[in-house]
Every structure is written in structure tokens, then in C-alpha cells.
């Protein structure tokens, strides 16, 4: 199985502010990594996939970035929507994985 | 607007089989670009696929629960089901259905349903 692993964890930010989360593959997955943002008692919503192609109707201050093991999802401008929990998935390969997730709380 | 919708029991007992429907409205379950799987979020944790089917029946399963995991899809009924076979606590989640187009990630999802384990 292919290991995804997030960091950091857990995060505190502010409103306005630029954060970036990491996402490393165990091996290499070329581009078929996407990010999920899940809120509390909600399903997980898809922002971004094949790396680095926002999904429809997502705002455009999210971004992936990266191939082969690392990637990164960026928020450019923190809005008090954006406080939610993270999560990286693989698609290159079965059986799918996603990472252990990122939470982003308000400071 | 694609919806999905997750059924079935909300308790089942240890060593019983767990059974649930996900009914796919406003798109086709019989179109050639994607699969539909399931994905279970235990209390508090992390995401866990399930396994995956395309229309035509041919499935994918994580080997974590293949033995215990059956995943068939009625094409008349706009439906796919999961069923997972001799249950614990450890089963114990909100279960997702979901759409997914090919090697992308899952677009669309049902909203969850919780299943308890508990006699």
C-alpha cells in the first residue's frame, strides 16, 4: 500500500492569512494525488485533483502543487469558511489511501 | 445536480453481516467514466476506502477487508451496495458512498451514515 503522510497535524491561523499543507507519498504517485476539505459532521468536499486542477465551483485562493512524492495545498487568504479538517488521497494505484488528515483551527 | 444517498441500518450486531444501498439520482450510475465507491470515517478518525465498482460489475477492494467485503451495483435501480461481513466494534463508522472518475478523486458524495456495532 502507498503510505500518504500530512504534516503538519494540526495548525493554527488567522483570517488573511497564507497557509500551506504537505502531503509525501511512500513512493512516487506521479500527479494522482487530490485534497479533500471536510467540515464537522459533514462528507469530505473535493477541492483539488491531479495535483494540481481545482474542482469546479472551488474558490481560487486553493492551489495544489507538486509530483512524484511531495505536494503541497496552499490557501492564499484564510476565510472563516476555510477552518475545516484536510485530507490528501491517491489515486495512482489500488488500494486508494488518504492521509491522516490536517486541522485547521482558527488562532 | 448529482445526488447520492446512503441506506440501511443504523445498528447491527457483532458477527452480523452490514448491509447498505447507495441510490444515485439526477446522472446515470451506467456511465463509462466512473466508478462508485465506498468510503467509512470511523468517530473521530481519518478516511478509509472501501472498494470501488464500475457499472458493468467489475470491482476493486481494499485487501484490508476484501475477505469480508462484497460490492454489486443494480444498474435498473440507479443503486450500488456494500456489504461487509462479519462486523465488530472496530466497523463502527459513518459509511460514505461516492462517485469517482477514474483515476481522479471522488467528486461526489452521499452525505454518510452512521453504523454502530453494538449488540
Known amino acids: 500500500d502507498i503510505q500518504m503522510t500530512q504534516s503538519p497535524s494540526s495548525l493554527s491561523a488567522s483570517v488573511g492569512d497564507r497557509v500551506t499543507i504537505t502531503c509525501r507519498a511512500s513512493?512516487?504517485?506521479?500527479?494522482?494525488l487530490n485534497w479533500y476539505q471536510q467540515k464537522p459532521g459533514k462528507a469530505p468536499k473535493l477541492l483539488i485533483y491531479?495535483?494540481?486542477s481545482l474542482q469546479s465551483g472551488v474558490p481560487s485562493r486553493f492551489s495544489g502543487s507538486g509530483s512524484g512524492t511531495d505536494f503541497t495545498l496552499t490557501i492564499s487568504s484564510l476565510q472563516p469558511e476555510d477552518f475545516a479538517t484536510y485530507y490528501c488521497q491517491q489515486s495512482y494505484s489500488t488500494p486508494r489511501t488518504f492521509g491522516q488528515g490536517t486541522r485547521l483551527e482558527i488562532k | 445536480q448529482l445526488q447520492l444517498q446512503e441506506s440501511g441500518p443504523g445498528l447491527v450486531k457483532p458477527s452480523e453481516t452490514l448491509s447498505l444501498t447507495c441510490t444515485v439520482s439526477g446522472g446515470s450510475i451506467s456511465s463509462s467514466s466512473y466508478y462508485w465507491g465506498w468510503i467509512r470515517q470511523p468517530p473521530g478518525k481519518g478516511l478509509e476506502w472501501i472498494g470501488s465498482?464500475?457499472?458493468?460489475?467489475?470491482?476493486y477492494y481494499n485487501p484490508s477487508l476484501k475477505s469480508r467485503v462484497t460490492i454489486s451495483v443494480d444498474t435498473s435501480k440507479n443503486q450500488f451496495s456494500l456489504k461487509l461481513s462479519s462486523v465488530t466494534a472496530a466497523d463502527t463508522a459513518v459509511y460514505y458512498c461516492?462517485?469517482?472518475?477514474?483515476?481522479?478523486?471522488?467528486?461526489?458524495w452521499g452525505q454518510g451514515t452512521l453504523v454502530t456495532v453494538s449488540s
Open positions: 491531479a495535483a494540481s
Open positions: 461516492a462517485r469517482q472518475p477514474r483515476s481522479y478523486g471522488f467528486d461526489y
Open positions: 465498482i464500475y457499472y458493468s460489475g467489475s470491482t
Open positions: 513512493q512516487s504517485i506521479s500527479s494522482y
